[in-house]
């Protein structure tokens, strides 16, 4: 939760009278792992993340324009202490800050714009616009390499304990016109500046593929399968180890549906006992809804890890929608008895015939269903 204060104003050229600033927020939105089937927030280890520096207005009401951004890394675990930052829209930047010892703590940036008084002879800092409408805007971005060690790492860009003006992350805007547009400096050491931490994770991701894949559609309007393989051997999970749960908006999750559901062992193609396969006993998930099969730990075989689904039933051609296209997919292999093309049986029931035709049927039209807010990391 955002939490609002009053800044800290400085004034160039005597004591201007100003509006009363509400503070602001800094995001960290890193990139996803290449393993989709990992949680938000974790990664392989030597995977290369690249992190985004947002900055909006917190609450916003006027348009201010970015002056200064400083990124003080002195609590974040060494690490994931980058070792550069880009920053957007400049024409001037600091090289990197070092603290007494000499290693690479604080990152800081001046954001010039054009020349919009020429004849006053102001360098106008109005390069970087914060909207009123307090939009996030991208100020920076910065890449860091996984430790190959398994385990939680913070990066946090605050330092909020320094009172240092010269030290702690802080974001300033101003200094055009005096009269119009003095410096006003939001620091998190004052709370007028939240937000700034970063939690990742280093996993032994074990998950290798699915079918489907992670992110595209179940088929079917009743037993509906995935199959998980992974690159070890597994044991089969017990009742409760597993987690199935619609995704609903906001970041929330519905009912664990796995009691519905079986999960059995297969070998892989090596022999091995490696592929996990879940499958519904009945009709529990709802057309055009998406729905998360995790394991958040209880699951001791393998470590943590998610695969994400949208049910479109009809779903044969593999496109994320349910057309009349799909109907001529499936009926070029009716009828099939045995060895069926498991895409194309849409009933569930291990054939395809008519009767798959009319269950698909029943769906048309059916477009491409986003994944709730909240769920977008992936």
Not at 43 to 56: A, D, H, K, Q, W
Request: net charge negative; proline share 5%.
């Amino acid at each position: 939760m955002r939490h609002s204060k009053r800044g800290v104003l400085a004034v160039l050229f005597g004591v201007v009278a100003s509006p009363a600033f509400a503070g602001a927020i800094i995001d960290l939105v890193p990139s996803a792992s290449s393993n989709l089937f990992n949680p938000c927030g974790a990664y392989l280890p030597g995977e290369v993340v690249t992190v985004n520096v947002m900055i909006g207005q917190d609450p916003a009401s006027t348009d201010h324009y970015l002056r200064l951004t400083q990124l003080d890394f002195t609590n974040s675990d060494e690490e994931v202490v980058p070792s550069s930052v880009t920053w957007m829209n400049t024409s001037n930047h600091f090289p990197h800050l070092e603290d007494g010892g000499g290693s690479i703590k604080r990152f800081s940036n001046t954001f010039h714009g054009d020349l919009v008084t020429p004849n006053l002879g102001q360098d106008t800092t109005r390069q970087l616009l914060l909207p009123g409408s307090g939009a996030m805007v991208k100020a920076g971005e910065f890449t860091i390499t996984m430790p190959n060690l398994f385990g939680d790492y913070t990066i946090d860009v605050r330092n909020a304990g320094s009172s240092d003006a010269d030290r702690g992350g802080q974001i300033r805007f101003g200094f055009s016109l005096p009269s119009t547009d003095p410096v006003t400096t939001w620091r998190f050491n004052t709370g007028d500046l939240t937000g700034g931490v970063l939690n990742l994770s280093v996993v032994d991701q074990a998950v290798a593929t699915s079918t489907p894949d992670t992110g595209t559609s179940l088929w079917r309007n009743t037993a509906n399968v995935v199959r998980i393989t992974f690159d070890r051997n597994i044991t089969q999970p017990t009742s409760g180890q597993l987690e199935i749960r619609e995704l609903l908006a906001g970041g929330a999750v519905g009912a664990n549906l796995s009691g519905s559901f079986t999960f059995t062992l297969e070998n892989d193609g090596g022999g091995d006992p490696r592929v996990l396969v879940i499958k519904d006993t009945g009709s529990n998930l709802t057309h055009r809804s998406w729905y998360t099969v995790r394991n958040t730990g209880n699951w001791t075989a393998v470590d943590v890890f998610h695969g994400d689904f949208v049910v479109q039933v009809g779903d044969a051609n593999r496109d994320g929608r349910v057309l009349f296209n799909d109907l001529g997919v499936i009926n070029g292999s009716v009828p099939c008895f045995a060895a069926c093309d498991a895409f194309l049986d849409i009933n569930g029931d291990n054939r395809i015939l008519f009767n798959d035709l009319g269950v698909a049927n029943g769906s048309i039209p059916s477009f491409p269903v986003a994944k709730p807010a909240g769920h977008s990391c992936q």
